[in-house]
């Protein structure tokens, strides 16, 4: 089985984006970051295959791959949600509640921080700061802000992402 096969052994039509990304960026000096970037824009997320791949391909250390993907927050190591849930734990945030608001979310959604629901529908993760102070404690769904909660708002909440 090549490097673009399933594992039914037909070409595999990520598999075959991934080998293009590579072959356009294989001759450029730091190509690792625009890799990484359009490789998680096809998978939406950056799986251990797919790491491995650019490892192979590109010649670098897959130690210095999970560095790189673990140190920028922009990259993902496991999949998200449809409605990807940020909540806030910048200062203002968290000193008004906002480990509250997380933790009532984990209870919720049944996950934790870092990982998606089982429908593929949330994935929960904990960020530093929106920029949004003045509304704290602030979380993030997708491009949607929602200020000065309180974790019984919770529920009604993922209620409004519910049935889309």
Excluded: W
């Excluded at 595999?12 to 072959?23: C, N, P, V």
């Excluded at 409605?83 to 997380?102: E, H």
């Excluded at 700061?129 to 000065?148: E, K, S």
């Amino acid at each position: 089985m090549s490097a673009n096969e399933c594992c039914c052994g037909c070409a595999d039509e990520t598999s075959l984006k991934l080998t293009e990304i590579i072959a356009k960026y294989k001759e450029t000096r730091g190509a690792l970051i625009p890799v990484l970037h359009e490789a998680q824009e096809v998978y939406g997320y950056l799986p251990e295959k797919v790491l491995k791949t650019i490892s192979d391909e590109l010649n670098v250390p897959l130690a210095e791959i999970y560095g790189v993907v673990t140190f920028y927050t922009q990259f993902s190591l496991n999949p998200k949600g449809r409605f990807k849930i940020n909540v806030c734990m910048g200062t203002a945030c968290y000193v008004k509640g906002s480990g509250d608001i997380l933790e009532k979310f984990r209870e919720k959604l049944g996950i934790d921080v870092g990982q998606c629901t089982e429908d593929g529908k949330f994935s929960l993760d904990a960020c530093r700061c929106i920029g949004a102070c003045g509304l704290a404690p602030v979380i993030m769904i997708n491009d949607d802000v929602h200020g000065r909660l309180v974790p019984d708002d919770v529920a009604g909440i993922l209620e409004q992402y519910k049935d889309l």
